[in-house]
């Protein structure tokens, strides 16, 4: 019987160390005024209206680094929220891309076109089409009017019928809109129907997104049983 | 006539002691010397003029009589008599003429031992009556017509009839109102009404917005005040909908106001959220809000026509439970109208909205996050399995955490949440771990186990 060969023992003090009972911490959102909030809570239970920084262009956050560009600068947080480091980067929006384990790994800016590697700020080789979304392994990019999944070992896959705003998830799955849903696409692709088209779609969290529309913040849960919509704490702002 | 006018004013000239003039307008006077015309008068209008009687002596005078005598006229405001005068001091009073009959009319004033003649005349014109308590009433011109209170977007109608009390046929050729009354819908002008005959007509009030409205009605040259005060008329009675009854913790429910029947009004106000836990010891709880104030407020807006409130602007708005028990109650304050609703969100056990577990050399890590809307939590059950599903141990591991939890609670402000690691120190090879089953126990009884792979 292998299973006696195993032993548990459960630390009878949890509060020995302070990190062990917490308040549930997704990460950061953007709001449409370019304010980064702390994004707590569960699915029907968001609390997000801590303010942190303001004037950010764009954002995204693995919940355990959160990157921002503002005019100038991409700035990292900690999970914690506090600035790590900055690097300057030229002006207007980025897409960021992180490691499975939530830390930066590159950054696109899309008005210059320049890929670079993070932290190091290392240019890397740009793609010849303008990239829409990219993670650690994959980006999309747009060729004339269709999307197209190009992964770093050189396979190439179209989206069939997706619109901007794309979204790469860490293991390059996309997210997109086909212009009636937000597609998460996997093994098995799931939908969900959003009020209206969205504008932008950042990642807040380990299976969080912000989907953006012309009106109101929603956030999506990546869930096994598929994406679930929630409205976010003073969304319309 | 001149001869015993002569005869009348004769004592006068002994008498100089007391003066009477007509005043045109303030600071404008004029000497009465033997007669005044106070002018012409459409039959059943009203002409008043002001008269003043002066002690232009150089002593004291007691005003001692003073009357008026001829059909149609009428003293007002005169003094109380005996009335005494230092030199120099004045005593106004009115004299008002009127009288249904076409003629020239006349009247004597007397003023101690002094008289003087007035005169008018009357010309033949149409009688406007306008109902009042259900009695038709003569109006004079410049006499107001008041409608009251009117809601906007009714019509108030008054009746009226125009009647020919003169003995001759006479002819109507106007009759309009200013905006927003209405005066004579359907009657042909010019009209001419024989003597003795009258016509019904309805003079109406449509407000369109809500205050005071005035304005003239016009007989041919006769003018009449209309008056009318518009009030906003009441929302009709507004119901709180919700998407569901039976809420419970970590939800996001829509809301939405609807009325019973069309608005006619239009207005704003505020639905407001508060929350009353299940216990006091239990606080509030931040997440209970309206998701697109972030607040406890929304507006509340309804215009004319709509079946709905707006609600921030939107057909319905999103709001949270929470995840404390209790009861939300929701209070919408529209117009004279204040409606409440409550859902109550009652004790469960705790909740798992996510688990994870993950395997070390030497140790394994459970990691929980779902919320406990009593904060009562006091036990935790680990029951682990090994790859083939065969449970490890003789029973579950058991955590005693009333205290870590109650100091966990005490010292944050989100509601019931929480998230919780609980590390397992491992003998042997923690790789044979397959799963964890987790059980939670709070004062609502012990929680469905959830089973999370490692």
């Known amino acids: 019987m292998r299973n006696t060969c195993v032993l548990i023992a459960l630390l009878t003090s949890m509060t020995a160390e302070p990190d062990r009972l917490d308040v549930p911490r997704i990460g950061f959102w953007r709001s449409a005024d370019g304010t980064i909030r702390q994004l707590d809570g569960i699915r029907g239970n968001l609390i997000g209206s801590r303010v942190w920084l303001k004037g950010a262009v764009s954002a995204a956050s693995s919940g355990r680094r959160t990157l921002v560009k503002t005019g100038d600068s991409i700035l990292a947080l900690d999970a914690g929220g506090e600035v790590v480091w900055r690097l300057e980067a030229p002006p207007g929006r980025a897409s960021f891309a992180f490691t499975s384990a939530g830390e930066p790994a590159r950054a696109y800016f899309h008005e210059t076109s320049e890929l670079i590697q993070l932290p190091d700020g290392l240019r890397a080789e740009t793609p010849p089409d303008p990239v829409v979304a990219l993670s650690e392994s994959a980006m999309v990019v747009r060729r004339g009017e269709s999307m197209w999944l190009i992964r770093d070992d050189g396979s190439e896959s179209p989206l069939t019928g997706a619109r901007d705003p794309v979204a790469l998830l860490p293991d390059a799955s996309p997210i997109y809109f086909d212009g009636v849903e937000l597609i998460a696409s996997g093994r098995l692709p799931r939908r969900i129907r959003l009020p209206q088209p969205p504008e932008w779609i950042e990642p807040v969290g380990p299976g969080w997104l912000h989907v953006r529309t012309s009106t109101e913040s929603f956030a999506v849960f990546l869930g096994e049983e598929g994406p679930e919509l929630f409205g976010l704490p003073a969304g319309r702002r | ?454």
């Open chain 2, 1 to 454: 006539m001149r001869p015993l006018l002569t005869f009348l004013l004769s004592p006068v000239a002994a008498l100089a002691q007391l003066q009477l003039f007509v005043v045109d307008s303030p600071g404008s006077e004029r000497a009465v010397a033997a007669s005044y015309d106070l002018g012409d008068a459409p039959a059943g209008d009203a002409l008043e003029t002001r008269l003043r009687i002066r002690n232009s002596a150089g002593a004291n005078a007691s005003l001692q009589r003073l009357s008026i005598a001829g059909q149609g006229f009428s003293m007002l405001g005169d003094p109380s008599l005996p009335f005494l005068m230092t030199p120099g001091v004045n005593v106004d009073f009115r004299v008002r003429f009127r009288a249904g009959n076409a003629g020239s009319y006349s009247a004597v004033v007397q003023y101690n031992e002094r008289l003087a003649v007035l005169r008018a005349t009357v010309s033949p014109a149409v009688t406007l009556l306008v109902e009042r308590d259900g009695l038709l009433a003569a109006l004079s011109a410049g006499a107001i017509i008041d409608f009251g209170r009117v809601e906007r977007g009714s019509r108030a109608v008054r009746h009226a009839e125009l009647r020919n009390t003169n003995g001759a046929a006479l002819t109507v050729s106007s009759l309009t109102a200013g905006e927003p009354f209405q005066v004579a819908a359907g009657l042909d002008l010019p009209l001419t009404l024989a003597a003795g005959q009258a016509v019904s007509l309805e003079i109406s009030y449509s407000p369109r917005r809500a205050g005071i409205d005035r304005a003239a009605m016009r007989l041919d040259g006769r003018s009449f005040a209309l008056e009318g005060f518009a009030v906003e008329p009441p929302f009709p009675e507004p119901r709180i909908v919700f998407s569901s009854e039976a809420v419970s913790s970590a939800q996001q429910v829509r809301v939405s106001v609807r009325f019973d029947e069309i608005s006619r009004a239009s207005g704003s106000g505020t639905l407001a959220l508060d929350f009353l836990p299940l216990a006091d010891s239990l606080g509030d709880d931040p997440a209970i809000q309206f998701l697109a104030s972030g607040g406890r407020q929304v507006r509340a807006v309804a215009s004319e026509g709509d079946d709905s409130v707006r609600l921030d602007g939107q057909p319905e708005t999103v709001f949270q439970t929470g995840t404390t028990a209790g009861t939300l109650v929701f209070t919408l304050r529209l117009g004279d109208h204040t409606q409440r609703a409550m859902l109550r969100v009652g004790a469960a056990t705790a909740a798992i909205d996510a688990g994870r577990a993950a395997r070390h050399p030497s140790s394994l890590e459970v990691r929980l996050t779902g919320f406990d809307n009593t904060r009562s939590l006091s036990r935790l059950s680990f029951t682990f399995y090994d790859r083939s599903g065969r449970p490890i141990g003789a029973g579950p591991t058991l955590a005693e955490v009333a205290e870590d939890f109650r100091r966990y609670y005490q010292a944050t402000r989100s509601g019931g949440l929480f998230s919780l690691l609980a590390t397992f120190p491992v003998a042997g090879s923690a790789g044979e771990v397959g799963a964890v089953e987790v059980e939670m126990v709070n004062s609502a009884g012990a929680s469905p186990t959830r089973r999370i792979l490692f």
